[in-house]
């Protein structure tokens, strides 16, 4: 064997490690590919499922905020009926206020009309008593002079 023959078979020999080595490597490529190719199909069915339930889930929630839109209007327009009622409290409180203000306006005209009553009967007590006083002194003098 020359040495050009032994050079063919080298070649030859390691053409058919690699070939080995690809169709190896294919097989288990294939075999990936399978596992890939069922992973893509449970994903398909697993998006077609999630895409109708979604689609499902999508459609009563369009309806609970009907529902809920009818309710806010529905509490919108009771609170709208009762605006009167809580205008006519503020104008309670007001009047009330208000009351208070005058009657410690009159407690204060009260207390001071008590004074000047209680100082106008003094001076009235004081003037019976002078009066009494005049009168008695012009009694007595009539009597003197009667006499």
């Not at 020359?2 to 080995?20: R, T």
């Not at 889930?57 to 009818?70: H, P, R």
């Amino acid at each position: 064997m020359s040495g050009g023959e032994i050079a063919a078979i080298i070649a030859a020999v390691a053409f058919a490690v690699l070939v080995i080595f690809i169709v190896v490597n294919l097989m288990k490529l294939s075999k990936i590919a399978g596992e890939i190719q069922q992973t893509v199909k449970e994903a398909n069915n697993s998006i077609s499922v999630i895409t109708k339930d979604v689609d499902s889930l999508s459609i009563e929630v369009e309806g609970l905020l009907n529902k809920a839109n009818a309710l806010v209007d529905d509490v919108n327009g009771k609170l709208g009926k009762t605006d009167p009622l809580f205008q006519a409290i503020g104008d309670l409180g007001v009047t009330v206020s208000d009351l208070n203000h005058s009657s410690r306006n009159l407690v204060g005209h009260v207390t001071g009309a008590t004074k000047k009553t209680a100082q106008v009967s003094v001076a009235s007590k004081i003037g019976r008593t002078a009066m009494a006083m005049n009168r008695n002194r012009k009694a007595k003098k009539t009597a003197k002079q009667e006499f």
